[in-house]
């Protein structure tokens, strides 16, 4: 039942997880196609075949056995917007116009406490509902909001990484922080928060079009002050806010440049949607180690354009992959792999199921610096699970008898799938979701 806490409890089935990039060597695929996973206090005791256990001693009779369903690490999201389920799917604009009219407004809603706590639950339970154990998210410029989603975290033990949005120009008025409140309000909540439980801090600039010379400033600041939490915010999103950015911040190169200038381009850096990047700009992104978090549906639904994510990768850039719900379309991962998956296609490239599986899993911990506790299955790794049904509708149930290899059965899953694929969700070795119950 989900919620509950066991001490320790193996699951039985069918298991993948990776080591490494399987682009770099197919043996940093793990699969077993009888595995035993065992959980205790919360970590990965062991993770092996059955058969291999079985033959060493182990009982397989204490497994809760789940034939035929594919045991997975938990997701991770390294780009989302709580807030933003408000007006997730919402028509006809492109980013600077869809940030008006639709996002401050309903971003102004979290000004009110007791509405921002019943949100932030809501968003975690979503989340969870798609197997999701592990985000990066952007809340409000309302410093309670950010609280309210911490705590929420907190209460469900996951492993989250947040920031409140730092915005002192060019947006809603009742939504505009200053450079000094938005710095003390950062300060106040790592000191709060970062490294509480599984929670972490992400100094978290909206854009730069959105902060002044000062705030950004501060920003780069916090870094020095803080080195090891995170930095979050957009760049080359969209030609049009390209453009205007110019006029915002006139003495900057290029638009890494308005961060660059204040220390904003480290390696613990963020950077959604990096679209139209410059090559100059790719080659100081490379070697910054700043990471970019690959946003496939948010950049087709906004039709702000296609990421080159082969070229970023063979330049040597950190590539993660997002949902950026609300400007995201769905949060599920699956989903979010799916439209990668045309999103490189539109450019000659074919992302190998393999390829966007890791990239959702140790890859976005690496990319995240989290792979020393999550990712996947290794022995003391905080165990958050995700347990995918291959019956979820009856077509990918036939289309799945079809499947031979792990990798054909993860494409479908990767094209066709989304919450009807998530059977349940572990976080730290509780269970937080199943479909079930919720059914
Ligand atoms: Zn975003």
Request: proline share 4%; glycine share 8%; aromatic share 10%.
């Amino acid at each position: 039942m989900a919620g509950d806490r066991e001490n320790a409890f193996a699951l039985r089935g069918r298991i993948a997880h990776f080591l490494g990039d399987p682009g770099m060597s197919p043996e940093n695929l793990v699969y077993f196609e009888d595995g035993v996973l065992v959980v205790e206090d919360g970590k990965i005791l062991l993770c092996d075949d059955a058969r291999s256990l079985a033959g060493a001693g182990f009982d397989l009779a204490q497994c809760e056995w789940l034939p035929n369903q594919l045991i997975l690490p938990g997701f991770i999201d390294t780009h989302v917007h709580s807030p933003q389920i408000d007006v997730i799917a919402s028509y006809g604009t492109q980013l600077l116009d869809w940030l008006n009219d639709y996002t401050f407004p309903a971003e102004s809603r979290y000004a009110q406490r007791s509405f921002a706590e019943a949100s932030a639950n809501d968003f975690l339970d979503y989340t969870l509902s798609v197997g999701t154990t592990t985000s990066f998210v952007y809340t409000t410029s309302y410093k309670q909001s950010t609280e309210a989603l911490f705590e929420a975290a907190l209460a469900k033990d996951m492993r989250l990484v947040a920031g409140k949005i730092l915005m002192d120009q060019n947006a809603l008025p009742e939504l505009q922080d200053t450079a000094a409140s938005g710095y003390q309000d950062s300060v106040d909540l790592i000191n709060e928060w970062h490294g509480k439980g599984r929670l972490g801090y992400a100094v978290t600039p909206r854009f730069s079009g959105t902060s002044s010379v000062e705030q950004l400033t501060l920003a780069g600041q916090l870094l020095k002050e803080f080195p090891d939490v995170w930095m979050q915010t957009h760049m080359s999103e969209n030609l049009e806010e390209i453009r205007w950015l110019k006029t915002v911040h006139p003495h900057t190169a290029d638009y890494l440049d308005s961060y660059e200038q204040y220390g904003l381009n480290t390696d613990r850096s963020i950077f959604g949607h990096c679209i139209h990047l410059s090559d100059d700009e790719i080659l100081r992104l490379a070697g910054s180690g700043g990471r970019v978090a690959f946003c496939p549906t948010s950049n087709l639904f906004l039709g702000s354009g296609l990421m080159p994510l082969e070229k970023l990768k063979k330049a040597g850039v950190p590539v993660s992959i997002a949902t950026d719900v609300g400007g995201g379309t769905s949060l599920s991962m699956l989903t979010t792999l799916g439209e990668a998956y045309k999103v490189c296609q539109m450019q000659g490239y074919s992302l190998h199921p393999l390829e966007a599986f890791y990239m959702m899993t140790l890859g976005n911990a690496k990319a995240t610096h989290l792979d020393h506790c999550i990712g996947n299955f290794e022995r003391g790794k905080e165990a958050d699970i995700v347990v995918l049904d291959n019956k979820p509708t009856p077509m990918m149930a036939r289309r799945i008898t079809q499947c031979r290899e792990l990798d054909e059965e993860l494409f479908v899953y990767m094209m066709m799938g989304d919450d009807r694929s998530v059977a349940r969700t572990y976080c730290h070795g509780v269970q937080q979701y199943d479909k079930g119950e919720n059914n």
